[in-house]
């Protein structure tokens, strides 16, 4: 089996040595060693997770959906939207009346405030004047009128705009200064709340606006000192300022953590229906390849999804973030290895102990190659079983975290597809069986980065889209053929010594 | 041989001989069925009656002696020329197809056709006619699989009819029947002797024997011990032709004063043999023999007190405290360890190591905080079984496919040495292997009886059972038919027992 593992490795550096010397200049940038690194962290990833359900001879199918499944619950778990600090909901607003309704009795707002409305279908977004707030009752569906809201008596709606059911309402602070240069803006009132990444939007008196991020804001006397990022542009004094509060639907840690445990969950699942109710895990994982496709899709409305440059500076540095080597000049450029790599490493070694050093991977082993033998032998063979289904899900969990931040957004009906048979095809080059009861990890890893290099391969030398599938499943072939052969070989030169 | 001199045989083989690597199976052996006759074969487990049989079905070619068919030799090359001389057999595991009607069955592969396509009605008909032969009133189109054993077996005997066979040879033919099954069959097999049929009838269950046969063929140990006509038949003659022969010396048997109950069964029910209990108990340092022709359960025994099938009902109780054994984990904590029956396939991960078998079990004992092996203690026992079952092997790195039977079964003994049993439970421990392999297995019994190790073995064959026994459990179709004592211990006394006899009559 170290044969196996030399023979791809050599396979490997002979792919990396030749296209070194036909396409340098493509092959050698910082950047493809970059991407080299993080898709074989990517992909690899998921390869030894499988490599783990192969050895007690399983097989999952549903890791492509798990991938997907796991981007989009995490972008709906870090979802973020802005809010306005002093905004209210509007029931009902009457143009005409110089009007506005709000669905809650509030004293939030003063007569003399400026107050910008907006959001509403119908109507048209407007800054008022507050005159007078006074409390009011509300009808319900059937117009019994049952509870509280506040009735706005303002100047300043479009009275040829109409009226309108929808909307909200927040309070607009002026702007009393602004140092273009260092991008200090003073406001008035005192946003105790108002904090780093939040967001400000200034509109001018004639109806421009401009949204910020706030760096810092600090409280001085009565008015707020607000450090915004970026170019203010024609923000100026005169201007009034709508400060937003950034909510996150949950931090990320926990939004990490809940993914993984509810991959955990699916990976329990799986095994307890190989285990428990006897079922094929080809079946079980087909199914889950469906069913986790779908459960995506219907979360987020079948729309692309991903968030954006929200996570810049914290998840992102998960596949953005790098060790930087040194830097050569063009067409060269900087080399680095992405964090993603490191972890994936780190993944790797304590696979690797697992396997060979625990007397867990010793049962896998074992009852990959024998689950009679083994439980006759005292192994809790079922428990052992499902242990493999959830190191597998919660791998292409992590994956699937890894690819999301990889793309600014992802498609959940074809985000992942295939993927679980790339992840197979690299524990089976790497030296899996998937008669169960072999597996080396060292092996996957190379085989991971030899379907990535091949990949390369075919995109460097510009051979036809087309046949990339064609060229992996023939090199594929190829190895399993040779282990094979070479199998034969070594049997029967034991069986004459023995 | 014993027909009238002027009634040429229906069936004869003379001389035959056959080998598998390393045994005899069968030498020089006769054997004479006239027409219209029930011939029963009986012997012991391994006497030949199965190869003898397959020889004669065509499955396989005898190495020495003819066959003759109304006096004239015939080559019997495959299956089919078998059938095509009129000679079927009913295995002991039904060859239907239950997912086919009875008639497809009777039919199969030989289907009558009309412009290519099956004709059913023509079939229907046909099969309805060799139904009535066997008195089995079934609709045609019935599924076999909706049939009760017993009738699906009358569809087999209509099947062999429907080819003409004028010899039906039956396996074991009434293990899976009930009472009244087997009486219909008997009424069937006596009306096929009328209209000419005849029937080998191999069985161990030797009531059966005396009602049925015209006449008694015994092999023993591959070759011819008596025949009996059917006046001569009776329980005692049959079960003396069966057995005797000398016992080889490779038993010193001492006597061993056991200590104190390890295991004790009460109304324990095994899941294979729901409807008998089984009651007994092993002390230290005691050897308990396990008798009992094929099919008596005994392996289903171990494996209900293994917790590989965990019993139904009753308890086992280990050191005289009540233990629930619902899994072989359950098991090896209570201090029992299994050697079981099929080696390479329960006993060992033949693809591993001589080291990794030898410690397989004892990972979770010798593991490390986190569940990291122990590597030290893994070499540790490696080496010391290795040394002490005197295993041949290159080095325990060499993968255990490759050791011979007798070195494979040490390496499984040896990973159970490694547990320190209190009551080491052995299945066939002997089986397959070479004569030098067996004398040091059985050694090595005895030195673990003399330290205290308690052992329940099943073997099948006569002498282990009496060399090494100092009790013997005899069992027959699931219940213990009876204890034998040292001073009881007798291969005909167990004969007796294992072939459905009673304690009262036991030869001295």
Known sequence: ?498 | METAPDVVPLLEVRGIGKSFPGVRALNEVDLSLAPAQVLALIGENGAGKSTLMKILAGVQPPDEGEILLDGKPVMVESTRAALDLGIALIHQELNLATNLSVASNVFLGREPLRKGLIDDAVMRVDCRKYLDMVGLDVDPDVLVGDLAIGRQQMVEIAKALSVDARVLIMDEPTSSLSQSETKALFTVIKDLRERGVSVIYISHRLGEVKELADHVTILRDGENAGELPREEVNHDAMVRLMVGRDLSGYFGKKERSPGDPVLEARNLICPANPEHEVEFSIREGEIVGIAGLVGAGRTEMLETLFGVTPALGGSILMGGEKMIIDSPIAAIRTGLALAPEDRKVQGLVIEMTVRENLSLSALRRDQRPLGFLDFSKEEAISQEMVKRMRVKTPGDGQVVRYLSGGNQQKVVLGKWLAMKPALLLLDEPTRGIDVGAKREIYSLMEDLADSGVAILFVSSEMEEILGMADRALVMHEGRISGELSRSELSEENVMRLATGGDKEHLAA
């Open chain 1, 1 to 498: 089996m170290n044969v196996k593992v030399l023979g791809i490795a050599l396979l490997l550096v002979g792919l990396w040595a030749f296209l070194a010397i036909e396409v340098p200049e493509r092959f050698l940038t910082g950047s493809n060693i970059f991407n080299l690194f993080l898709r074989t962290a990517m992909y690899g990833v998921l390869g030894i997770g499988v490599a783990f359900v192969i050895i007690t001879a399983g097989i999952d199918l549903s890791i492509g959906s798990i991938v997907c499944l796991s981007g989009c619950l995490l972008s709906l778990f870090l979802s973020v939207h802005y809010d306005p600090f002093e905004g209210q909901e509007v029931f009902a607003i009457d143009p005409d009346q110089q009007v506005i309704v709000l669905s809650e009795e509030t004293d939030m707002y003063k007569p003399g405030d400026l107050l910008r409305y907006f959001g509403g279908t119908k109507a048209r977004s407007a800054v008022v004047a507050l005159s007078s707030v006074e409390s009011t009752s509300l009808p319900d569906d059937s117009g019994t009128l049952t509870r509280k809201g506040s009735l706005l008596r303002v100047e300043g709606l479009d009275a040829n705009s109409s009226r309108d059911l929808r909307g909200t309402v927040a309070k607009l602070h002026s702007v009393k200064s602004i140092d273009a240069e260092t991008g200090a803006v003073l406001m008035a009132g005192k946003q105790i709340l108002l904090k780093e990444r939040d967001q400000i939007t200034f509109i001018s008196p004639k109806g421009a606006m401009e949204r910020l991020v706030v760096a810092s804001a600090e409280i001085s006397g009565d008015d707020t000192r607000v450090q915004v990022l970026g170019d203010p542009g024609s923000l100026d004094e005169g201007w009034f300022a709508m400060p937003l509060s950034r909510n996150q639907t949950m931090p990320v840690p926990m939004a990490l953590a809940l993914v993984l445990a509810i991959a955990l969950a699916l990976g329990l699942l799986h095994g307890l229906l190989v285990t428990k109710i006897r079922l094929q895990p080809f079946v079980v994982t087909l199914c889950g390849l469906l069913v986790y496709r779908g459960i995506s899709r219907w979360l987020v409305n079948d729309q692309d999804t991903g968030y954006g440059n929200e996570y810049e500076s914290s998840l992102s540095l998960l596949t953005n973030g790098k060790i930087t080597l040194w830097t050569m000049e063009e067409p060269f450029g900087t080399y680095a290895i992405p964090y993603a790599f490191f972890l994936f490493l780190l993944v790797a070694v304590l696979a690797a102990v697992f396997l060979n050093k625990t007397i867990y991977g010793r049962y896998m082993l074992a009852l990959g190659r024998n689950v009679e033998a083994a439980r006759f032998s005292g192994i809790d063979t079922d428990r052992m079983t499902v242990v493999g289904y959830v190191i597998c899900t919660v791998m292409a969990a992590l994956g699937g975290v890894f690819f999301l931040n990889y793309s600014d957004s992802i498609s959940p009906s074809s985000h992942g597809n295939f993927f679980e048979l790339y992840a197979i095809a690299a524990a089976v080059l790497g030296g899996c069986s998937l008669r169960g009861g072999e597996g080396s990890i060292l092996g996957v890893v190379i085989g991971t980065a030899l379907m990535v290099t091949l990949k390369m391969f075919i995109n460097l030398m510009k051979i036809s889209d087309t046949l990339e599938f064609a060229i992996i499943g023939i090199v594929i072939l190829l190895g399993v053929v040779a282990d094979e052969l070479l199998k034969r070989a070594v049997a029967k030169k034991r069986a004459s010594q023995g």
